[in-house]
């Protein structure tokens, strides 16, 4: 599986941004896409999660009402919807995909789980 992601941008504070991830690939083996975001000088952390299922979503708690994830199967992309952004926001976000068939107990919200990257977009917050 591989992704490419886009939508990244310079925006002001207080602004929306809609981050793409496309998959491609073996697509059909996907079980959970996420984000995750890494700010400069610190770890990469979790943002959010979803199941190809459709089970609900997963959400970083202090990011529940500002990011919103979806999908949209047919076209094997996944959205992150970002509102009321703040400085603190600005990191590359990048999206990963869950594609093992291996049984495990797991956690979405460790990047260990997930097998396939995408490269990474720029999303910068000015104040």
């Known amino acids: 599986v591989q992704l490419q992601a886009s939508g990244g941008g310079l925006v002001q504070a207080g602004d929306s941004l809609r981050l793409s991830c496309a998959a491609s690939?073996?697509?059909?083996?996907?079980?959970?896409m996420g984000w995750f975001r890494q700010a400069p000088g610190k770890e990469r952390e979790f943002v959010a999660a979803?199941?190809?299922?459709?089970?609900?979503?997963l959400y970083a708690e202090p990011l529940k009402g500002r990011f919103t994830i979806s999908r949209d199967n047919a076209k094997n992309t996944v959205f992150l919807q970002m509102g009321s952004l703040e400085p603190e926001d600005t990191a590359v976000y990048y999206c990963?995909?869950?594609?093992?068939?291996?049984?495990?107990?797991?956690?979405?919200?460790?990047?260990?789980?997930?097998?396939?990257w995408g490269q990474g977009t720029l999303v910068t917050v000015s104040s």
């Open positions: 990963a995909a869950d594609h093992s068939t291996a049984s495990r107990i797991i956690n979405y919200r460790f990047s260990q789980e997930y097998q396939s």
């Open positions: 979803i199941y190809w299922s459709g089970a609900p979503p």
């Open positions: 690939g073996r697509t059909s083996s996907i079980n959970v």
